[in-house]
């Protein structure tokens, strides 16, 4: 499993999430196994695609961090609504996961976890699900084209069986079910498409269909969010076949919660979560601590729709 990192590493925020409130991270994944590499990926494109799980740092350190940074945010009166598993790629590679959300439920705070749902139809994956309070999926399409070509998914999965794998989770779970769809212009917004994926969202019986567009700097720079007139049409044909669905087209505001080393602070949360640079500094973030992260080459800017983001450095492809 390599060395463990530093707490930091392991647990960022709480930062404030569109759909949990404030949300304490867990990043149980390093920088970027993902078994997708999403067009609109806000952490930028994955190099190698696996669908393979494996251990990755030591369930207990993880723990440790989470009790930890909850201690510390008790102490100072910080509210936490929900430990979210949303790491730097896709949290059910991880083999441990299950452990680790059993071992982070002790401190009576709901524990979410933030999945592309791709590999559901392994079992032991739907069972180490079935521990948390909360379970978001992603289902930005039932195309199997559109899915290669927007989602990106390893060449391994079959986009069939991966729905095969939501149905039977669906079924069985007794938590807070959500599902995320994510709307790109001409991609996956055309009125057929929102139909048979809405169609497909309702099968789950979702507690809440969230729809969404991209905040933040996105993989490729080609990536639009669909026009008022598209986001108000794909509203009302989910809201035809579900009964709760919320649109979520506003980023929230960037809050840095600082419990130890402002600057690993930064850098972690910024590693799974990119933030503007204008909110930071409103909140008291200093501009200085900010351009020395730049500087040293742990963050970069990257400018999207007029504002300016700290994002995670990508290191240059060697050759």
């Known amino acids: 499993m390599g060395d463990t990192p530093d707490d930091a590493m392991l647990v960022f925020g709480p930062i404030a999430s569109r759909r949990f409130g404030r949300s304490l991270g867990v990043n149980n994944i390093p920088p970027k196994h993902c078994s997708y590499s999403c067009v609109y990926c806000q952490l930028g494109a994955t190099k190698h695609t696996d669908a393979s799980r494996r251990p990755f740092y030591d369930p207990a350190a993880i723990a440790a961090a989470v009790a930890r940074r909850v201690d510390a945010c008790r102490e100072q ?94 079924r069985s779970y007794r938590g807070w079910l959500v599902t ?24 789950l019986s979702p507690k809440r269909a969230c729809l969404s567009v991209p905040t933040r700097p996105p993989a490729e720079s080609r990536v639009t969010s669909p026009d008022e007139e598209t986001l108000l049409r794909a509203h009302v044909i989910f809201a035809a076949r579900i009964p709760h669905v919320e649109l979520l087209t506003a980023g929230v505001a960037d809050v840095l919660v600082a419990t130890g080393d402002a600057a690993e602070d930064l850098v972690a949360a910024v590693t799974v979560h990119p933030m503007r640079q204008e909110s930071l500094v409103r909140d008291g973030v200093a501009l200085e601590l900010i351009d020395r992260v730049v500087a040293e080459g742990r963050l970069s800017r990257v400018v999207h729709d007029g504002n300016v983001f700290l994002a995670r450095r990508v290191p240059a492809a060697a050759g």
């Open 77 to 170: 009166r910080e509210q936490i609504d929900v430990i979210g598993f949303v790491p730097a790629g896709e949290p059910t590679l991880d083999v441990n996961l299950g452990a680790e959300i059993a071992a982070v439920k002790r401190h009576g705070i709901p524990v979410a976890v933030i999945t592309n749902g791709s590999l559901l139809w392994m079992e032991e994956v739907r069972r180490d699900l079935a521990r948390a309070d909360i379970v978001s999926i992603e289902i930005d399409t039932v195309d199997p084209t559109v899915w290669r070509k927007l989602d990106r998914p390893c060449s391994q999965l079959d986009l069939a069986r991966v729905q095969d794998g939501m149905r039977e989770f669906a």
């Open 180 to 203: 995320q769809t994510m709307l790109i212009r001409g991609r996956n917004d055309d009125a057929e498409s929102l139909r048979a994926t809405a169609t497909f969202v309702a099968e």
